[in-house]
């Protein structure tokens, strides 16, 4: 038994891609159904094709994928999670629980998907990271 991937459904395709390209994401396939009016896209780290994909299905008609609560969030391990945040806040995403603790950090996709970013070790939060000049403020 091998894992695959885990479906999330999006109502902007392209932002969720460029979201998740900020994480280090890239896009792997996709597949136009017609007859059904959706599209799956296939993203994962490089390397890890075919191993641990998210799929994006987006339903060409509009639909309300409010709720949820049973799922909890994708997680992703980082090289540096000040600058993985810096990169994604200097898009415009918002940083819902910052890496304060130099380990742990969590953003939300454009549909409000919770994803978990995870430093391997911790970073000194007090260490002055030349990339980040506002990493105090959070
Ligand atoms: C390719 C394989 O990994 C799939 O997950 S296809 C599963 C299939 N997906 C769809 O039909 C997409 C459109 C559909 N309207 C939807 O939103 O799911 C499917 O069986 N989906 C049902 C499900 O519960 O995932
Ligand atoms: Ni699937």
Redesign the pocket.
Request: aromatic letters at 12%.
């Given at each position: 038994m091998k894992y695959l991937?885990t479906?999330i459904?999006v109502s902007d395709p392209q932002a969720t891609i460029r979201f998740f390209e900020l994480i280090g994401l890239k896009e792997v396939r996709r597949f136009d159904n017609e007859g059904?009016r959706?599209t799956?896209i296939f993203l994962a780290a490089p390397g890890q094709e075919g191993v641990a994909e998210v799929?994006l299905?987006h339903?060409w008609d509009p639909e309300d994928y409010g709720g949820g609560r049973n799922f909890g969030h994708l997680a992703y391990r980082v090289d540096n999670i000040y600058e993985t945040c810096q990169r994604l806040m200097d898009a415009g995403v918002t940083i819902n629980r910052p890496p304060r603790d130099g380990h742990m950090a969590f953003v939300k996709t454009p549909d409000g998907i919770s994803v978990e970013l995870l430093q391997d070790g911790r970073l000194d939060p007090a260490k002055p990271w030349a990339s980040m000049p506002n990493v105090g403020t959070w």
């Open positions: 991937h479906m459904r059904g959706f799956l799929e299905t339903n």
